[in-house]
């Protein structure tokens, strides 16, 4: 009505409307400096002139002018009405969007590498993709998450010469990614009593790379057990991939991308390799070819992007990566644009910090490498003594055990901002009243319990009226932001904006809960037509919390 009154965009109002900092200053504002530049007059005059115009609708009740600012004053009961009814129509459907509609977006993520562990950095690629790929179809687009796997490259050589050398078939059967693991990082310690291996090394990646029939046989056994391994993971996790095309897929692309580098006068000899020189725009130059031929991993990067662009035709394409990795995607990106692919603008590092280990968590570790799999192991024994203690009626304890322990270290990778370093910390982590994964499923768990208790079912005109308490609307408010932060999370590539946003629901609810502790006013009140109002209310924050936990990556259990 505003925009009518004035003839400025809508959208353009939107964005400028505030929450005024007191309840006696309504429910929403509007400050009119903008308005006052556009009309050449004072923004109270503005103000009090447009107060006058309007009238009462629907959904305000009154206008009224404050100095500089116009306070609207909602019918609350009506907003009330129109969010609830609108969350519980959409389950688990509220909040989607189709803004994505016929747009495919490409996450790289998790991406491991093969005879290596998976480490805690890729857990964290792994969670901060997975949660992006559900918020990116949450909003209606193509997702197509792939697992760029390190399966390729002269660590190769290495691994091979080692299991010719020391290798036991058994043990690689059983365990093999230790196995392969204690095998490389025994060939660097004798590497460097015996310099002659490292050739060797080189010369079975060479084999390898010109598909010698016994290395080629080798590495696809390396290769597939760690894939059995890392599925593991990704059961536990319930992550998948549209396309699991790690950098031996680009083995056969390579050559076309050196011959564009070639043609568009990009390549330089160096002294060890073939570079791109990329002074000019205060990066280091990217390493394209080794003396000895071998390809790198930049140049796999190359015909990767390369080819998903022919492939998918993405509107933008994100990298799952580290931080560490910075510099390697500037420079990936740079060259992209010097090939002159218009699209290389659509390309985005999503980088997130490092990973820190409590101390006892190091026992967890053998070298420098942490395994994953006992990571999650000890989350999960210690959520299954936590849930245990109180509830020994619980009727799945292993599942929810489960459900909370990996809801913990899935949690502590979404709680900060991605670039945000964390810490994994047992207590914080598995914390029940802290701001942590298990905090919002029990609270989840708590709604459904009343919810159960109440038995009922909530009539389509329940009294809206009846939610009149500022807790109330509070509450209504933030269900009604749900697109919003959704959006944002979408925009900056942020699954944090979920995180917090579910941790504040979790509070508004909380906070309601204890204001009902009294026997004789309970939210189930003994007057039916309150009971009602408010179980469609705290039911309507069950749904957006368990689609918003679903969307991160967190079961979430109806009893613990
Ligand atoms: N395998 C790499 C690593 O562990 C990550 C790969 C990320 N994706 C990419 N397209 N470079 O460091």
Known sequence: MVSAATGVDRLQLTGLIESPPSEEMGDLALPCFHLARVYKKSPAAIAAELAGKMTATEFVERVQANGPYLNFFLRREKIAAEIIREVRAGGDNYGKSDIGLGKTVVIDYSSPNIAKPFGIGHLRSTVIGAALKRIFLFQGYNVVGINHLGDWGTQFGKVILAYKLWGDDGILQENPIEHLYDLY????????????????????????????????????????????????????????????????????????????????????????????????????????????????????????????????????????????????????????????????KDCHHVSFGWVKLGDEMMSTRKGNIVFLEDVISKAVKLAREI??????????????????????????????????????????????????????????????????????????????????????????????????????AAEEFEPFHISSYLLELCGLFNAYYQRYKSPDDRIISADAGKAESRIALIDSIRYVLHSGLTILGLTAPEIM
């Open 185 to 344: 990082v025994r060939i660097h310690q004798e590497e460097e009593k015996d310099p002659s291996l490292t050739h060797k090394a080189r010369e079975e990646f060479r084999k390898l790379e010109g598909a010698d029939s016994e290395n080629f046989a080798l590495w696809k056994r390396f290769s597939d057990l760690s894939k059995r391994e890392f599925d593991k993971i990704y059961a536990m996790l319930r992550v998948q991939f549209e396309a699991t095309a790690g950098e031996s897929f680009y083995n056969d692309k390579n050559a076309r991308v050196e011959k564009l580098l070639h043609d568009k006068g990009l390549l330089r000899e160096s002294r060890e390799a073939t570079i791109v020189d990329l002074e000019k725009f205060g990066l280091q130059p990217m390493l394209v070819k080794r003396s000895d031929d071998a390809t790198l991993y930049a140049t796999r990067d190359l015909a990767a992007a390369i080819y998903r662009n022919e492939t998918y035709k993405f509107h933008k394409m994100l990298y799952v990566v580290g931080v560490a990795q910075s510099l390697h995607f500037q420079q990936l990106f740079k060259v992209l644009e010097l090939l002159g692919c218009s699209w290389a």
């Open 387 to 488: 849930i245990g203690k109180g509830r020994p009626d619980l009727p799945d304890p292993e599942g929810t055990a489960r459900a909370v322990g990996i809801g913990a270290v899935v949690f502590t990778d979404l709680a900060f901002r991605r670039e945000t370093d964390i810490s994994f910390d047992w207590d914080r982590m598995l914390d029940f009243g802290g701001n942590s994964g298990p905090y919002l499923q029990y609270t989840h768990a708590r709604i459904c319990s009343v919810v159960r208790k109440y038995a009922r079912a909530v009539s389509e005109k329940f009294d809206s009226s009846l939610l009149i308490l500022p807790e109330e609307y509070a509450i209504i408010k933030k269900l009604g932001n749900f697109h919003e932060i959704i959006d944002k």
